[in-house]
């Protein structure tokens, strides 16, 4: 399945972004500590490649914490890059960040700084604006877009900060990639199916985090199957119909919910190697699909010759 999500606000928001970045001195990337490629918008890298960037890497409480070191090394090697893994809702990192931003763009006199706070929908960027204002100022929310449009905050402390809406792109390539922000709630439960989505996560964790599920569902031994962990799930959580049977949208959905909330413990979703090698899958697969295409515009110019030359006739 292949699962894309891109309202028009969010085409609206990119177009508004690009209209502000002349202002922008530097740019906070929001990413999600659990998939930091996946959560990484391509258009925002194009749109930012010559500002200083800081890679924010929220839900580190969330996160597997070997795998977000690697993360981080992978992004210092960036060129005009930093990045910084917090957990925005155990600890107030704000000191952290705007000592950060001092240091990659020096304050000018009589002039704020201004800081673009960007990333896909979910991340925290409005929870981590709250966190340096040190009160309420942006609205959050446990569901992709909250906030749907810029807001300026001055920090008083020759900052201002640029909120602005999640953003996702036209096109996700790497359905992996897609899989992965529906897990963690970048995608609207909309524009989705919990079952599609469960399935994939339950595929993941059975692979890569055994124990958790052992330990959250006090297992002695794993099923074997995605279906059977979900059905144990349903039937743990007393997801049943008609006949005893168990009701596998209500189980998917608890799933899915108790592992974006950390329940089942931190989890990562890929590395930097898992993604390079899925990258170059990427890149055959879009290499032949050019092949198919090129092809089938082939044979519908021929079918239009062989109509025009009947019709001479
Ligand atoms: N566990 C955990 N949750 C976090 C962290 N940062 C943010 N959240 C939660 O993530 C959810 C989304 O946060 P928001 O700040 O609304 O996200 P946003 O990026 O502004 O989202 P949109 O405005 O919809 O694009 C909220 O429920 C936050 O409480 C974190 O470091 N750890
Ligand atoms: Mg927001």
């Not at 000191?95 to 896909?120: F, H």
Request: aromatic share 6%; with cysteine; proline share 6%.
């Amino acid at each position: 399945m292949a699962i894309q999500w891109y309202p028009g606000h969010m085409h609206k928001a990119s177009k508004e972004m690009t209209e502000a970045l002349p202002q922008v001195n530097l740019v906070v990337e929001v990413l999600d500590a659990r998939i930091p490629f996946s959560s990484s918008n391509p258009f925002i890298q194009t749109l930012c490649t010559h500002k200083p960037r800081i890679k924010v890497l929220t839900k580190l409480d969330l996160a597997d914490p070997i795998i977000t070191k690697q993360w981080q090394e992978y992004f210092e090697s960036q060129n005009n890059t930093k990045s910084l893994a917090l957990d925005l809702i155990n600890t107030d990192p704000s000191g952290q960040i705007i000592d950060l931003i001092n240091k990659l763009y020096p304050q000018q006199p009589e002039r704020n700084t201004l800081a673009m706070v960007t990333g896909i929908p979910n991340v925290g960027k409005s929870t981590l604006i709250n966190c340096l204002a040190g009160k309420h100022i942006a609205n959050t929310g446990d569901e992709p877009a909250i906030t749907k449009g810029q807001q300026r905050i001055n920090l008083r402390n020759g900052i201002m900060l640029l909120d602005t809406p999640g953003i996702l792109w036209p096109k996700i390539d790497n359905p992996n990639s897609s899989y992965r922000l529906a897990t963690t709630g970048a995608i609207k439960n909309t524009a989705t199916s919990y079952e599609d989505v469960a399935f994939f996560a339950a595929e993941f964790c059975l692979k890569e985090y055994p124990q958790h599920l052992k330990q959250r569902f006090s297992l002695s031994q794993l099923p074997e199957t995605e279906i059977e962990l979900l059905e144990i799930v349903g039937r743990q959580r007393g997801c049943l119909r008609g006949g005893n049977r168990i009701d596998l949208e209500r189980a998917s959905t608890i799933f899915v919910n108790e592992l974006r909330d950390g329940k089942l413990g931190p989890m990562s979703f890929e590395t930097p190697e898992v993604i390079d090698q899925e990258m170059i899958q990427v890149e055959i697969l879009k290499k032949e699909k050019a092949v198919l295409d090129e092809l089938r515009l082939e044979q519908k110019a021929a079918r239009k010759r062989k109509a025009k030359a009947n019709r001479k006739k």
